[in-house]
Structure formats: structure tokens, C-alpha cells
């Protein structure tokens, strides 16, 4: 058992206030240009001077970089529920080091990166917050953290990295006993690694960046990278059912945990051995996946582990139209093995990532080349239909020899044209700098968030166009300023469907109340998801947000069977994050 | 909705007292050798003349042809517990050719292929079996037998194929209500095919046979091929959580099954649409993976097709050494691609299959062949130490070829020899008729079955040499006769370890109560898998043969999970199979 984690250096502390770390953030440089700031990204430090106009052309809006909705952070905090012997009791537990009550890391804990969050602790009011924030640093600490909330009525929310998009982490504001927000990022060891089954037991606080470096070293990897897979935890991925980018070839988080350790309000589920696959029954830890707080705490899983893979290499693929890259997609995931990820953007989409080109050599060499593709080789792609897939392979040298040489094969087929490893890295990098525009944008105005659903292949295409259509019908019909941003992505490729991940967004300004006009159309966007066949989501999870759509997915016996068995396992409700509408008590 | 099924014809009849179709059984010809009787399977009619020569050898034992243990079958049948208000009850569910109350029938609903169950029924006693037989034709006749159930005061028990070796269809000596099972058989209809997204919705009660001709017929297959497959249904396959022979290209029943239709006390469990993958919170679903008829009935499910695949072939590999064998294994599954299916025998279960050979000229071949192995080309592989290997090769020529050059490369390494399509086809085609020789062998005084476990790669070859040992010691100490049959073979690989299947037998004459006797050293050898880091099983399940040993691999929170989840969703116990210990009533 490897000794405590040292504790975080400062130039890994995250922002309370916006996403991610506290060295990046977009800002406007002296030329009036979009810049990122710091320099842990490859975009960092960059002017990307098309960014703004581009904006301005999208959204027929005059967004202006000196006209800033200047956020009121922290609005205010409730003040803690938390009573004198509540505080003794956690003191019997942990030291005084793992109890926090300051206002603004309370208010941290209590909500993840949905836009109504984060516009609410900018410039509205977030509610009930945890009272407290304890750090176990232990399983059995954890445990205990349970007696105390029985013994004190409070109720317990496990926090991991806190970047959930589905109001997993908000309080109810109806909730009158202390709220105990149980942050587990001290519980972040590799316990062991066993290299001749491929195996790691690793500690649920444990953050993704942390697990790829810490197995790095030994040569392994776990291959699950989720887009926030800088901030979130292995416990986090259990608990929301997480996806990874490059699930392909390393599988989803229920493919790579093969053990959990769970504290409930019953005790520690835990087991003897770890099989690779077994019949023992029902599984109870499978219920785990997806419990999203309500049923327990994961404190330590046994995750299936991989060799760095021999070769690492990106691709990128131009098709004439976003039909025809997702016929591509469904023959490459009919005829071959696809790489470790495969990505179809929409021309909107496309367009958005060249607007993120920074002011460069580069920048004028794939311009020459774009003009190149029109002019000459393929007169027939249209700027304003054209779409881009980008790839990442992973394996052998033969391995991805192999899925090279199928993919471009089948892309062709379908008018695609292959447009080099560059394109499709910087893709992927976009990924992690991407996530800090949003907040960003806020400052001008502008409010935007992602959601995503699963859906079988043959509902895929006009899921995407119905969405597209309903958002901009109904952005038209309120008469709101401009147009709205929004566009679709293929993230996901399995044998009966896919992951479907859109962006929306728009401009504000004049309206006091965007976040609700925002709730209010992704809402008739997941209604159209839902009338197209889509999943309620993919990955995301319900959390608060989804929750009123669950009866429209599972009948009635299905839903009263989860309140009963929330009931059964947790009678007097000590995990009360109250997601899935498990908020009975 | 396609319409009723047809009533089956009379040569797919099944036996009551054994094993498998009414048409096939083992005998012994007029040459005194043993032979194989009907047409059905490749051996079917021919004499085996060395196999009742080495069953004495192996066994130490003279077993005589002519010295047969009669079966009394069928023993002792128990009076139906039946009021006249149930039955009454029922015809107002069903129509009167869906009831039956049939002693034999009865007895055949009230268990499965333990070897106790099998010795009770012909030598013994069962003990209380069903009193009524319902044939339901719908998800609504399901539906309407659990309010029968309720309002009558009795309990349900799912049937399937009747294949299980676990004692899941045993049913409580104690239990005063009346045991309606309900046999799902007449619910086997293919609901639809989606071509588009390969998928098809399957009626619970179709038997794997039925399944896998009716979608070859749309040149489709759902790749799952369970040992029991003629006879056992989706419905079987889902309860038990089941493991197909071919999983590494079609994978295990949890990873084909998408989607679950399921009768409970509460109503029916369903969804609106069928994801390719999503994350909607708890997944109630994935409990009755295993459930083993305590939480409901399955009626329907959702299941991924393939297309028949462009190439079958097999393969075999003979190798001087369990040992050598097991390390290319190892090798295989980390280095490459494994076809379909890799199993890999030890040397008494080749010799077994060697016994098997019909007296032909194909027998004279492979003599030769294999005397020319031993004597000239590879001098170091023994007689008494030589294993097999046998191999399902399945997909598009082009990943056939390069599974079999990545894989007979890697046994070359390891000292193996390419031993031919002919042996391995044979092998496999071997798994269905084999099947019959249990019943065979307890005419003459031989009791016999198998179990499995499934155990990481490091602890596998102590478990195989540990469990073989303490029974042979075991069996030994109770100077029980002759000496026992105890053979191991390797059937599946995962990346994290395999699954480890065993056959025990041994001959009983003089012995009043061979089944106990056997139950106490199966006992023994589940004692030291567990005590190797083997699971409870891999695919067989708990029932009610294992449920004493789920405190040991489970903490007392688990177990106490389970037991609150059973009393939470079906507090009247209406779904009393009572296995896992959940007989809580």
C-alpha cells in the first residue's frame, strides 16, 4: 500500500470559477484578437484572430470583445446547515486538514458544467450548496463518514472531479439535513498493478490525468479518455457510465472495470477474487454503473490495463457532404475493424475548427491546400457542405497497417478524401482547449453546452437533421437575437448505432434569463432526440437534468422498480444526490 | 407478429429420463463395442470399439457390458399440490392443451442435468417437483399467470430447456404453495430482423437451435453457441448468464443481449426504443443477467446479428504439455487475434477423445499419423503427456488468414504441431454427441459430470494441478473403487485469465449412495478452486448446488444487498425458484 498522495502542486490547481486549470483561459490580446492564455495546450499562447468574426458570422449577431457581461462571481452563498455536533463527529473521523467549509469551495461542490450552472454561480444564484467538504483519505474513512451521517441525519454527495453536465451535483433546495459533500481526490492511488493478468486496483479519487502518467509509467495504459478525462475520476466514469474516446479499442468504462469496492449504507460491497468473466448470480456492481451517488460511494476498482500501444497515429478525412461520411462510417464499421476512434463532424462543425486556426504558416499551407481540393482535384466538394472525420490508431504496426489500409479504401468509396495525420491530431488536442470556450463566451454574451444521445444507424441521419431543425424553428419562433449555433458530431461507431454529440448555442445580450430559455429549447431538442429513437444519453447520464424523462423511456414497473430497490438499499436515503428522481425520502 | 408456432415434430421429441432427443442414445452393439444409436450426429451408428477398453483402464474398474445398474425410472412421482380454484384460475389464462399435469412432465420441470438430480430420478428420489405445467403463447399470458399467481397464493418457476447443472429448477421440499412452472417453449418466435442495424427481437422461450436456423435462413447468425445449444433457450441463456463456445468473435450473452422484456411481480419491465449503448442511470435490466428466475420471467429480448461469416474452418495443434499448450494461450491472447473459439484439452481428455474414434479407416490414418509424430518427427512429445488444442477459425478470408498465421506461428514457439482441420471439426462436432454419454455411463455403475470456473492466467495451472490432485487424494483417502476420472480442459480466453473446465467421474458399484459421495468431493474440488482464486463458476451459475459458498466471495453487505433487492421487488416471493439463497419467505 503506497503511502498518502503528495498534495498537488500549484501549477496544477483548478479554477473554482470556470472550467479547468487556473493557467488557461481564453482572453482578447492587444490586436483585439481570441488568444489562450498560459501554455499547457499546443493552441496556448496562439492569436486565433478568424475566431471572433467567425462567430459574428454564425450566430448574425454583433458579439463585440469590449462589450463584457462581467460575471458577479461568487454570487451569493448560503450560509452552511451544519451543526456544532455534526463538525465534532466528522473530527472523530478525519483531521481538521479534510474538513472544508470556506463558501466559494462548498460552492465548487455543489453543481458540475451545465450552462445553468455555471451562468447561475456568474450571475444568478445557485441555491443549496453542501454544508461541508470532507477529504477522506481512506475506504475506511469513508465508511466511517457513513456512520456519522446516520448518526447525525446528514446526507452524503460523492464528488469527484465535479465536471458532470447534468446537475448530478445540485443540491435540493428542499433538503434540511447538513449536506456532506465527500470529495474524493485524496483517495487517488495506483494500489497495484499486476502485469501478467493486466490488471490495476486503483482508488476512485484518482483523476484521469493522474492514472494515464502513473501507468505510463510502467508502459500500460487503461485507454479510457473521456474529453474530461484532465479532471474526472475513475469513480466519477462508474458512477455516470462513462464513455471513452477511444473505446474502439479499449472499450467502455463497463468493458474495462472488471471489480468495484463500494461503501453503502449496508456495509463495503466487495469480493473475494477478480475473474475475468463470471455467472455468480445477479451482479450487484453492475448496478453501480450509472448510480450517479445515489446508492453509494466507489472507493477503489480493479480496471482492465493495456501496453502502450506500439503505434499512435492520427488521420483525417474530407467527404463532399455529412451523408456521405456517415455511409462511410457505417461500411467501415460493417467490413473492417476501426481504429481506436473514429469522428464524423458536421460542416458547421468543420467550419468552427478551421475559425480555431491560429494566425500561422500552417494556417496559410492547409488554406493553399483547401484551395487546392476545390479548385483542382475535386471540384465537386462545396465549402459550405464539405464535412471532416478524424481518426486516432492505436496498436501494432500491422494492426493499424491494416485499418489503415480498410478505412481509406472505404472512405474513398464514398468520395472521401484522405487529409493527413496533422489535421486529425489537431482535432483531437482541440478537444481539452475547447472545453474553456464556453465560459469564455459567456463573458460576451453567449451561451452554449453540449448534449449528446445513442441511436440505431438507420435513425442516426434524420435524428440529426430533425434536431437541427426543431432548435432553429423554435429559436426563430421566440424571436431571439440572430441565429443560433448548432451542429452535430459522430463521436461513437458500434455495430447498431451511434453517439451523437451536438453544440448549441446563442447570443443573449437583452434577455435576463438566457439559461432557462436555453433549459427550455435543449429540452425540445431532447424531445425531438426522443421522438427520433435516440437514447436518453450516451454518456452524459440523467443526473437532475434528465430525470423527467425517464417514465417516457422505461415503463412504469421499470421505474417503480428502481425507487423500491433505492428504498431497499438506502431506507433512510444517507446518499441523497437524489439523481434519477431517487429523491423519495 | 408472426403467427403461433407449429407444434414440433415428433423427431425433435426429447427425452424425459435423459439426456437430449429421444432418437440418439449410447448402447452397446452386438459386437459388445459401444455405439451410437439414431442418425442425428456425425457418430451416430458407428461402433466404438476402444471405448469401453480404456473407460476400464482409466478407471482401474472392470466394467461389464453385461452388468447394468437398471434405471426405475421414472421413481417415485410426488401428488400434485393443486386446488381446483388454481386450476380454474389458469383456464381462465390459457386454454386446457397449455395446461398439463402429467406426472413425467412434472418431474422433467423439476430439475436439470446435476448428476443428483439425474441419479434421483432413475435411482433415487426427486423429491417435490411442479404440480402444474403452463405453456404460456404470450407476454401477456405471462403476465396474467403472476396475477394468478398472486391472487392464488402460489409461486412460479421459469422453464427453459431444462439443461441447467446447478439445481435451479429444484424445487423446495418445504414449499406448501402450488409450483406452477412455466415452460416458455411456445414462446419461440424470431419477432423481427433489422438488417440495418443487426438486430432481432427473439421470443424468450426459443431454443438456441431454432434460433440459429431460423436467422440462417436470412444468412444471419447471433453467434451464440452454448455447449447446450440444441436445447436451451434465450430465455435460459439471459437467466443464467451464459458463455458461448465462439464469444471471442460474437461475445458472452451479456455483450449480444441489448435489450430485455421481463414479467416481475410489479409489472413488466420494458423500454421504448433499443440503444447501441447509453447511460440512463441504474440499469435494472443487467440484474436479470443471472437472476435465475427469482426476479421474473424474460419473455422477449433484443439481440445483436452477424453475418454468417465469408469462412468456417478449423484448426487443431498438438502440443508435448498442458503446460506448453497454456502458455501459447497466453501468448496467443495478448500477441494476436483469437479465432472464434481456442480450447485446449490436457492429456486424459485427449486420450478420451482418441477412445471416441469409430473403428474406420480414419482411425487407422490418424494412428499411423500420430505414431509417425511420435517416432520420427517429434520424438519428445510422450504419449502420456501430449495435449490438443482445437480451433474455430470464423469471419472474412482475409482476418481467417492472418488469425492462422499469427496463431500457428505462436504455437510453433511453444512446440506446437498443426494436427489439421479434420481433428478439430471433430473435436467440436464431439461437444453435442458426448453429451448423451452420461446417461449411458450410469447404467453401468459410472457417475460423471462436469464444472468449471473461470480463474486470472496466474493462478490457473495451480488450480488445474490442485483440483486434480485433492480429488484423486481425496477420492483416495475414502478408498472409494478403482481410481477416478479427473480431467481439465481450457475453453475461453479473456485478456485477464480463462475458464477452466473440469469432468469427474468414477465407477460406483457396491456404492448405495455414489451421488452424495460425488456431491461431497464436488464439494471439495469448488472448496480448493475458490481457495486457488477461481470464481463460483464462469457460466454454469449458483442455483441451488453453489448458493452455500456466495459468503465467500462476497461480503456480508453484498449478500445482504441481494437478499433486500429479492424482498424489495418481489416481497410475496411469487418468483420462487429460490436460487442464490433468495428463498427468503
Known amino acids: 500500500m503506497p503511502g498518502p498522495p503528495p498534495p498537488l502542486p500549484e501549477s496544477e490547481a483548478e479554477s473554482l470559477d470556470v472550467w479547468g486549470f487556473r493557467d488557461t483561459h481564453f482572453d482578447i490580446s492587444e490586436n483585439g484578437h481570441v488568444i489562450i492564455r498560459g501554455n499547457r495546450y499546443e493552441l496556448s499562447g496562439k492569436e486565433l484572430p478568424r475566431f471572433l468574426p467567425w462567430v459574428r458570422e454564425v450566430l448574425e449577431t454583433d458579439v463585440n470583445a469590449k462589450d463584457v457581461h462581467r460575471p458577479q462571481y461568487p454570487t451569493a452563498i448560503a450560509e452552511p446547515v451544519l451543526s456544532e ?56 474513512e469513508v465508511a466511517k463518514l457513513v456512520e456519522v451521517a446516520k448518526q447525525q441525519n446528514a446526507t452524503l454527495v460523492p464528488y469527484g472531479g465535479g465536471t458532470n453536465v447534468t446537475d448530478a451535483l445540485r443540491c435540493f433546495p428542499s433538503e434540511q439535513r447538513s449536506i456532506i459533500s465527500v470529495d474524493m481526490r485524496r483517495l487517488n492511488r495506483v494500489l497495484w498493478i499486476d502485469r501478467t493478468n493486466m490488471l490495476a486496483c486503483i482508488q476512485a479519487g484518482a483523476v484521469g490525468r493522474h492514472i494515464m502518467a502513473e501507468l505510463k509509467k510502467h508502459g500500460l495504459t487503461m485507454g479510457h479518455e473521456p474529453d474530461s478525462v484532465e479532471f474526472s475520476t475513475l469513480g466519477g466514469w462508474i458512477a455516470t457510465n462513462a464513455s471513452g474516446m477511444k473505446k474502439n479499442r479499449y472499450g467502455n468504462i463497463e468493458d474495462l472495470v472488471l471489480d468495484v469496492n463500494v461503501v453503502t449504507a449496508g456495509g463495503t460491497l466487495e469480493r473475494s477474487s477478480c475473474s475475468p468473466r463470471e455467472s455468480v448470480g445477479m451482479d450487484l456492481r453492475r448496478l453501480i454503473f450509472g448510480s450517479e451517488g445515489t446508492l453509494g460511494i466507489v472507493t477503489s476498482a480493479v480496471v482492465k490495463v493495456f501496453s502502450l500501444p506500439e503505434v499512435q497515429e492520427y488521420g483525417s478525412v474530407l467527404f463532399p457532404s455529412f451523408e456521405q461520411g456517415f455511409k462511410f462510417m457505417y461500411d467501415l464499421m460493417r467490413e473492417a475493424s476501426p481504429p481506436a476512434s473514429v469522428r464524423l463532424v458536421d460542416n458547421l462543425q468543420f467550419q468552427f475548427g478551421l475559425a480555431l486556426k491560429p494566425k500561422s504558416t500552417a494556417m496559410g499551407k492547409f488554406k493553399s491546400r483547401l484551395e487546392r481540393f476545390f479548385v483542382t482535384k ?142 427550455d429549447l435543449e429540452n425540445i431538442a431532447r424531445d425531438e432526440i426522443l421522438k427520433c429513437g435516440g437514447s436518453l444519453s450516451h454518456h452524459h447520464g440523467v443526473g437532475k437534468l434528465r430525470q423527467a424523462y425517464l417514465p417516457r423511456i422505461m415503463s412504469p414497473a421499470a421505474l417503480q422498480w428502481k425507487r423500491d430497490l433505492k428504498k431497499s438499499l438506502d431506507p433512510a436515503n444517507l446518499f441523497g444526490a437524489g439523481n434519477q428522481d431517487l429523491d423519495s425520502q
Open 85 to 140: 455536533g455534526l463538525l465534532a463527529a466528522l473530527r472523530t473521523v478525519v483531521s481538521d486538514t479534510q474538513i472544508e467549509t470556506n463558501g466559494e469551495v462548498r460552492m465548487r461542490h455543489g453543481h458540475g458544467h451545465t450552462q445553468e450552472e455555471m451562468f447561475s454561480i456568474k450571475y444568478a444564484h445557485l441555491g443549496r450548496i453542501p454544508d461541508v467538504v470532507v477529504y477522506p483519505e481512506s475506504e475506511e
Open 378 to 519: 475535386i471540384k465537386g466538394f462545396a465549402g459550405e457542405k464539405m464535412v471532416a472525420c478524424t481518426l486516432v490508431f492505436e496498436g501494432s504496426r500491422s494492426e493499424v497497417d491494416q485499418q489503415q489500409r480498410d478505412l481509406y479504401r472505404i472512405a474513398a468509396r464514398h468520395g472521401g478524401m484522405k487529409a493527413g495525420g496533422e489535421n486529425g491530431r489537431r482535432g483531437y488536442q482541440l478537444t481539452y482547449s475547447i472545453a474553456y470556450i464556453r465560459d469564455f463566451l459567456m463573458n460576451y454574451y453567449i451561451i452554449a453546452e453540449s448534449f449528446e444521445t445513442s441511436v440505431a444507424w438507420s435513425d442516426a441521419m434524420a435524428l440529426c437533421t430533425n434536431v437541427k431543425r426543431r432548435l432553429l424553428d423554435e429559436y426563430a419562433r421566440r424571436k431571439l437575437p440572430g441565429k443560433p449555433f448548432v451542429t452535430a458530431r459522430v463521436t461513437q461507431l458500434y455495430r447498431t448505432g451511434v453517439c451523437i454529440y451536438f453544440y448549441f448555442g446563442f447570443y443573449y445580450k437583452g434577455i435576463s434569463n438566457p439559461q432557462e430559455i436555453y433549459l
